[in-house]
């Protein structure tokens, strides 16, 4: 059987993959259930969502090996369809084989089929397995609502046969999409749904892998408490259970979270970081490149953003740029986790000097950060390229620009104090060109923004601002 997030080897009978840690459903091909089902060949032809060939369009893989199996298995469909057997699970088989070449397409469809046999069987738990392998695809290749509403149905189907174990992994993969497409609301929500569940079982292995999930979470609620709590535990039970892939993966949390709790903790980053990659190092067998480069490029990432802080450009830029290397060796497309990539490449070239390159890379995380919604992101992207036309380029047209399409974001989120501080800006550069009435227009909203967050100190730097062009 083969990670659907990752695509390496695990063992038949796990519930999550050990080398993503991932949670998963049950081994595709385990179950088997008697029908008098007949295979209908034209059922191959069936796709449900009439998804186009172009949006699974990269590069299959060619395995000899992968290649026979399918054969194999194609003739144990044959030999059902004449005895009258059920196939459904051997599409699941078949399916998992073109996965595996990363054909998304085709193992698309033949998921769809087997669905289609496991609702006519009321086999609600391949049924769940079925809707949960769709939703794994769908997730990957950009299409979340179906991945969410394949969740879904896969978790309605697992309350009925009261599948908790599983359930948890469903939740845990439900969550992953709403935190895919910044909805932390909702992810916060059914990892939370999990680890209860988990807890209420005492499944200790689902707990602390669903708590260590919850984590990304909590990094956006900036809960670093919590975060130190659930991570030092998780560490502990990883290493006395033997799992290097469980401890590596707690070693970076904790490498990013003392980095995010400020520069007194950065040589304690930097340790945990370095622990983790002499592990990753040590990783040995089939796909280890592929393994690796999922572990090492947010240990490249911050590695590389202690350098720049720590002033090694050299060494910050070559952390950067293999972080961004690696990321690329197992993401299929563009990602957010690139995009935080590509707006460090961007400090680092700002920093360095070179504007030519750090806009470039704004604008390349920028348009990640679009497709995904993050418009916040967006906007603080755009102040910095605004700053840089200002003061380095001393561009005012291209910083008035970008300030501007900040300004439109910030106001339409309702984030008030970016407002005022851009409206403040702007006022700035109109005085500097001479613009007096577009000065005060800017001033008076930026003031008025003010007055609304009871921020008194600017109110009034504002207010003198005014009262000076006004005389």
Not at 67 to 94: A, C, H, P, V, Y
Not at 125 to 142: C, F, K, P
Not at 297 to 319: I, R
Not at 448 to 465: G, V
Request: charged fraction near 25%; charge should be negative; include cysteine.
């Amino acid at each position: 059987m083969i990670c659907p997030y990752c695509g390496n080897y695990i063992e038949p009978d796990s519930d999550y993959c050990q080398h993503c840690n991932k949670p998963l459903l049950v081994n595709l091909g385990k179950k088997r259930i008697n029908s008098d089902q007949i295979f209908d060949k034209e059922l191959l032809k069936l796709n449900h969502y009439h998804l186009e060939d172009e949006f699974f369009d990269y590069n299959i893989i060619k395995d000899e090996t992968i290649e026979k199996k399918i054969d194999e298995i194609n003739e144990i469909l044959d030999k059902k369809q004449k005895l009258g057997e059920s196939i459904g699970t051997t599409l699941l088989e078949k399916a998992s084989l073109y996965y595996k070449k990363r054909d998304s397409y085709t193992s698309l469809k033949i998921l769809e089929i087997a669905l289609s046999y496991f609702i006519e069987e009321n086999d609600f738990l391949n049924t769940a397995v079925s809707h949960n392998e769709i939703g794994l695809i769908q997730e990957e290749h950009g299409f979340f609502d179906n991945a969410i509403n394949h969740f879904e149905q896969s978790i309605d189907n697992l309350k009925k046969i009261n599948a908790d174990r599983n359930i948890i992994l469903v939740y845990n993969n439900l969550a992953n999409v709403y935190f895919q497409v910044n909805d932390i609301e909702h992810s916060y929500e059914f990892y939370k749904e999990g680890l209860n569940l988990a807890e209420q079982n005492s499944f200790i292995p689902e707990e602390i892998k669903t708590s260590s999930n919850l984590v990304d979470v909590l990094f956006s609620l900036k809960n670093y408490d919590k975060i130190k709590i659930i991570l030092n535990r998780n560490l502990e039970y990883f290493r006395q259970s033997g799992d290097i892939y469980g401890t590596i993966i707690s070693l970076i949390k904790l490498g990013r979270l003392n980095y995010h709790l400020g520069y007194e903790n950065y040589q304690y980053s930097q340790q945990y970081l370095i622990e983790a990659l002499d592990l990753i190092n040590n990783i040995k067998g089939q796909n280890f490149l592929l393994i690796n480069a999922q572990f090492i490029w947010e240990c490249y990432l911050y590695l590389g953003k202690l350098n720049l802080f720590w002033k090694n450009y050299k060494l910050a830029e070559d952390y950067l740029l293999k972080s961004l290397e690696a990321i690329r060796i197992f993401e299929l497309r563009e990602n957010l986790s690139e995009a935080k990539i590509l707006r460090n490449l961007a400090k680092f070239y700002r920093i360095k000097g070179d504007f030519k390159n750090a806009i470039d890379y704004y604008d390349l995380s920028n348009e990640i950060y679009s497709k995904f919604g993050n418009d916040f992101d967006v906007a603080q992207l755009k102040c910095k390229k605004a700053q840089i036309y200002l003061t380095k380029i001393e561009n005012e047209s291209e910083a008035i620009k970008n300030y501007e399409e900040a300004l439109e974001i910030f106001e339409d989120q309702n984030y008030i104090k970016n407002s005022a501080e851009i409206l403040d800006k702007l006022g700035d550069i109109y005085v500097n060109k001479g613009n007096i009435a577009l000065a005060l227009y800017n001033f008076e909203l930026a003031r008025n923004y003010y007055q609304e967050l009871q921020d008194h100190y600017n109110f009034n730097i504002i207010t003198e601002k005014i009262k000076s062009l006004e005389s």
